[in-house]
């Protein structure tokens, strides 16, 4: 049997003696995600999980003498870049890349660490995004991304002077901000910029790949503990070695992101200096070796994303249904019967009343004020669903009762059941799949609407970023929720999710109803 080649990947950058960012990191990260590591240090850093207290240059010509021993007699696959901290190493470093045109590079283009300490002069700033056109792939924090947004302003980066100002932008304070950014540094530069939702200071912990005007968006949740230190050095450095063998960067984020929640989840299992610790580079591969003393097993889903991702890949077989369904082909491509249809909102109508009930008991049980706000919100944008209806395309008196559809009953009765508990995250586990699977169908049915098609103003609806977010955030919640539930209880919230999910494939399969078979 012959396996993948190991990538062999470089690490330029500087060092950590206490382990947990710069090349340290990165040569544990390499090796904890598949690869093989090189490592030609830029500057020795005396640091720990306090902070910077000194930085030593050796002689750029050390430098380059370090990278073109390697490159000399190895095949590189793909090169990851730290800290640079001189324009001289930046230019360094560029005209070796430019020389020896490395398959992948990516930069994390590292100016300042979490402690405060500079790791970048001021002036090499300009310099370093004027390397990026030879880089693949930038993942900047908020800060670092205000900063080439900024540079990505000017006419060109070089043409501001040495140690004058530069037109900064101020870091991004929500998601948007930032997205729009990352766009104008990667329409600049033409790259693709990995944004990271970390430094929000929201519960969420989102990334996204901007390529252009393609967007890819990355959910997470962030993990309660302080051991970040070297989180950015260590998911670039995952992100080249994952690339070397996918060749995919949405599939590699996918990944590497699942390896880095899963070392923050376990990193109390070290216990390394008192100040923000390292990341647990290798928790999973010592869990699953036999290696590690904790208590609580770690499974292959054991990360929130991983444990809804499972749910969601067991659900495989309902969405591919629903897809199929004559009410979703009529309705995308316009030859649905225009009573089926309303037979259908009529019901749609009548389910959005009782759910919003139940959305509004899930913000009743919600440990914190803002999941308690979500469900609130989400309560009221259901019960604003059911009036727009009617408005919209059903008439009568809002709250009008229709007769229920023995399908319609047995949803409501299912949520209603889950509602009736006191479990938290099996309610919401319930309530997930409404939300998900709408939006899943909606986003395809929503590239069928055009305007001549009888549907189109229902078909746009699909296509609400607010919806989007929503969802985003509902699948974040129960994956929390999940990933610190006993075994029993997340058992549960799985059997409630696929019942859900079951009963909206039976929602949609309603209408056109069959026609009655003959009496025998
Ligand atoms: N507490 C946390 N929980 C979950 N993910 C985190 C946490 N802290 C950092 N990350 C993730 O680590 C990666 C790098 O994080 P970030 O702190 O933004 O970069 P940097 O270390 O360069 O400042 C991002 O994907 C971010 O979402
Ligand atoms: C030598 C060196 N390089 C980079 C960093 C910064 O690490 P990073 O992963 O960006 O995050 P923090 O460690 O600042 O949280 C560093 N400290 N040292």
Same mark, same amino acid.
């Given at each position: 049997?012959?396996?993948?080649?190991?990538?062999?990947?470089?690490?330029?950058?500087?060092?950590?003696?206490?382990?947990?960012?710069?090349?340290?990191?990165?040569?544990? =990260?390499?090796?904890?995600?598949?690869?093989?590591?090189?490592?030609?240090? +830029? %500057?020795?850093?005396?640091?720990?999980?306090?902070?910077?207290? =000194?930085?030593?240059?050796?002689?750029?010509?050390?430098?380059?003498?370090?990278?073109?021993?390697?490159?000399?007699?190895?095949?590189? $696959?793909?090169?990851?870049?730290?800290?640079?901290?001189?324009?001289?190493?930046?230019? +360094?470093?560029?005209?070796?890349?430019?020389?020896?045109?490395?398959?992948?590079?990516?930069?994390?283009?590292?100016?300042?660490? +979490?402690?405060? $300490?500079?790791?970048? $002069?001021?002036?090499?700033?300009?310099? &370093?995004?004027?390397?990026?056109?030879?880089?693949?792939?930038?993942?900047?924090?908020?800060?670092?991304?205000?900063?080439?947004?900024?540079?990505?302003?000017? *006419?060109?980066?070089?043409?501001?002077?040495?140690?004058?100002?530069?037109?900064?932008?101020?870091?991004?304070?929500?998601?948007?901000?930032? &997205?729009?950014? %990352?766009?104008?540094?990667?329409?600049?530069?033409?790259?693709?910029?990995?944004?990271?939702?970390?430094?929000?200071?929201?519960?969420?912990?989102?990334?996204?790949?901007?390529?252009?005007?393609?967007?890819?968006?990355?959910?997470?949740?962030?993990?309660?503990?302080?051991?970040?230190?070297?989180?950015?050095?260590?998911?670039?450095? #995952?992100?080249?070695? !994952?690339?070397?063998?996918?060749?995919?960067?949405?599939?590699?984020?996918?990944?590497?992101?699942?390896?880095?929640?899963?070392? !923050?989840?376990?990193?109390?299992?070290?216990?390394?200096?008192?100040?923000?610790?390292?990341?647990?580079?290798?928790?999973? &591969?010592?869990?699953?070796?036999?290696?590690?003393?904790?208590?609580?097993?770690? =499974? /292959?889903?054991?990360?929130?994303?991983?444990?809804?991702?499972?749910?969601?890949?067991?659900?495989?077989?309902?969405?591919?249904?629903?897809?199929?369904?004559?009410?979703?082909?009529?309705?995308?491509?316009?030859?649905?019967?225009? $009573?089926?249809?309303?037979?259908?909102?009529?019901?749609?109508?009548?389910?959005?009343?009782?759910?919003?009930?139940?959305? *509004?008991?899930?913000?009743?049980?919600?440990?914190?004020?803002?999941?308690?706000?979500?469900?609130?919100?989400? *309560?009221?944008?259901?019960?604003?669903?059911?009036?727009? !209806?009617?408005?919209?395309? &059903?008439?009568?008196?809002?709250?009008?009762?229709?007769?229920?559809?023995?399908?319609?009953?047995?949803?409501?009765?299912?949520?209603?059941?889950?509602?009736?508990?006191?479990?938290?995250?099996?309610?919401? #586990?319930?309530?997930?799949?409404?939300?998900?699977?709408?939006?899943?169908?909606?986003?395809?049915?929503?590239?069928?609407?055009?305007?001549?098609?009888?549907?189109?103003?229902?078909?746009?609806?699909?296509?609400?970023?607010? @919806?989007?977010?929503?969802?985003?955030?509902?699948?974040?919640?129960?994956?929390?929720?999940? *990933?610190?539930?006993?075994? #029993?209880?997340?058992? /549960?919230?799985?059997?409630? @999710?696929?019942?859900?999910?079951?009963?909206?494939?039976? @929602?949609?399969?309603?209408?056109?109803?069959?026609?009655?078979?003959?009496?025998?």
């Amino acid at each position: 049997m012959s396996s993948a080649p190991i990538p062999r990947v470089l690490s330029i950058a500087g060092t950590d003696p206490s382990g947990g960012a710069g090349i340290q990191a990165d040569l544990k =990260s390499i090796a904890a995600n598949g690869g093989y590591g090189m490592a030609a240090v +830029t %500057a020795l850093v005396a640091q720990n999980t306090h902070g910077v207290r =000194s930085i030593h240059v050796p002689p750029v010509a050390f430098l380059r003498e370090q990278l073109d021993a390697v490159s000399d007699d190895v095949e590189i $696959d793909a090169v990851k870049i730290g800290m640079l901290g001189t324009t001289q190493i930046v230019r +360094t470093v560029e005209s070796w890349l430019i020389e020896v045109r490395p398959p992948i590079v990516v930069l994390d283009p590292v100016m300042v660490a +979490t402690s405060g $300490d500079r790791l970048l $002069d001021a002036e090499a700033e300009a310099a &370093l995004a004027g390397m990026l056109p030879l880089v693949d792939l930038v993942t900047p924090n908020l800060a670092e991304l205000a900063v080439l947004a900024g540079l990505a302003g000017s *006419a060109h980066p070089r043409s501001v002077p040495p140690g004058s100002a530069h037109p900064s932008s101020a870091p991004a304070r929500d998601w948007a901000g930032a &997205l729009a950014q %990352a766009r104008r540094v990667s329409e600049r530069w033409n790259v693709i910029v990995l944004v990271k939702g970390g430094h929000l200071g929201t519960d969420a912990s989102p990334d996204a790949l901007v390529d252009g005007a393609t967007l890819v968006e990355f959910p997470g949740v962030r993990v309660d503990t302080r051991n970040t230190h070297g989180t950015g050095c260590s998911l670039s450095s #995952a992100m080249a070695t !994952l690339q070397a063998r996918n060749h995919d960067w949405a599939a590699s984020l996918r990944q590497a992101k699942a390896w880095l929640t899963e070392s !923050l989840l376990r990193s109390e299992e070290l216990h390394v200096g008192s100040g923000n610790g390292p990341v647990h580079h290798f928790a999973g &591969l010592y869990a699953r070796a036999g290696l590690s003393d904790a208590e609580t097993e770690i =499974s /292959a889903a054991t990360t929130p994303a991983q444990i809804t991702g499972d749910w969601w890949d067991a659900i495989a077989g309902i969405r591919d249904g629903i897809d199929a369904l004559p009410f979703v082909t009529g309705l995308a491509d316009g030859t649905l019967e225009r $009573d089926d249809f309303l037979a259908y909102l009529a019901q749609d109508a009548l389910y959005l009343r009782d759910y919003a009930r139940v959305l *509004a008991r899930a913000s009743q049980l919600a440990p914190t004020s803002e999941e308690q706000a979500f469900w609130a919100t989400s *309560a009221s944008g259901s019960i604003l669903g059911e009036l727009e !209806l009617h408005r919209e395309w &059903l008439g009568g008196e809002p709250g009008a009762t229709f007769e229920a559809h023995p399908v319609t009953t047995a949803y409501l009765n299912h949520l209603a059941a889950a509602g009736a508990g006191t479990s938290y995250p099996v309610l919401v #586990a319930a309530l997930l799949p409404c939300f998900w699977l709408y939006q899943d169908a909606g986003e395809r049915l929503h590239t069928r609407s055009h305007p001549g098609h009888p549907y189109a103003s229902w078909l746009d609806t699909y296509a609400d970023p607010a @919806f989007r977010m929503a969802t985003d955030r509902a699948i974040a919640i129960v994956g929390r929720a999940a *990933a610190s539930a006993p075994t #029993a209880e997340r058992d /549960a919230m799985r059997r409630a @999710f696929s019942e859900s999910a079951r009963h909206e494939l039976a @929602f949609f399969a309603m209408f056109p109803e069959a026609p009655d078979k003959p009496s025998e």
